[in-house]
């Protein structure tokens, strides 16, 4: 069966001599992941969509369900070129891909909301002023949203809380902002910083 889905690509490796495996992002379906049969031959016009953080509208072969589709063709939405062209701001890129593949399932319930968290934060990114703090403080922002979106929960004082605690919220403004806070805060988050990747990394071994 043929089924089409808006999806934003998270990773591709190669498969075999010419293939490459993706794994996408997808409203519809949550975690995908597919076969793109002959992309790695010069003559291929599918390239760009083995390309990590493009968002395409997509034409699959096979179920959603399966452990691997094919995908056939389709129609780039979004590249998010601004993105790329500074070393911190593909570093940032890269990393929030990575975060959106490890915390995100097959048919996931929230994916919906997480793809368009990730496309929100990549479109910040696109426009995003050259200073390093603003990219680490939407990466920072990204993370505690798509934690929240996954149902593990993080606040100030306790991981466990039922929700991001007012003060989490408005870092998370802020960020997004493009604002950074004052210097007497810089201590403490970077001790945010360095306990959200812990715990991120603590649930990731969870989950997989």
């Known amino acids: 069966m043929y089924f089409d889905t808006k999806a934003l690509i998270l990773s591709s490796r190669p498969a075999g001599e010419y293939d490459m495996l ?6 519809d379906y949550g975690l995908l992941r597919s076969r ?3 992309v790695r031959r010069a003559t291929s016009r599918l390239k760009i969509l083995k390309e990590p953080g493009v968002f395409a509208d997509l034409h699959f072969w096979g179920r959603p369900s399966a452990e691997i589709s094919q995908l056939l063709t389709g129609v780039t939405l979004e590249s998010f070129v ?4 500074r070393w911190q701001r593909l570093c940032a890129v890269a990393g929030i891909l990575a975060f ?3 915390f995100t399932t097959p048919f996931d319930s929230r994916s919906k909301d997480k793809l368009a ?8 990114l696109d426009g995003a002023k050259a200073n390093n703090a603003n ?3 939407l990466v920072l922002a990204y993370k505690l949203r798509f934690l929240d979106l996954s149902g593990w929960r993080f606040s100030v004082n ?3 809380r039922f929700s991001l605690d007012a003060k989490m919220q408005n870092l998370c403004r802020a960020f997004e902002e493009g604002k950074w806070p004052a210097v007497e805060e810089e201590g403490f988050l970077r001790s945010v910083e360095r306990a959200v990747d812990l715990y991120a990394d603590a649930l990731r071994d969870k989950v997989t």
């Open 158 to 160: 306790d991981t466990a």
């Open 100 to 102: 959106a593949e490890a």
């Open 117 to 124: 968290l990730t496309l929100e934060c990549l479109g910040r």
């Open 82 to 85: 601004g993105a790329r062209d």
């Open 36 to 38: 793109l049969r002959g």
């Open 135 to 137: 990219e680490e403080g």
């Open 22 to 27: 993706v794994r996408l992002l997808s409203a």
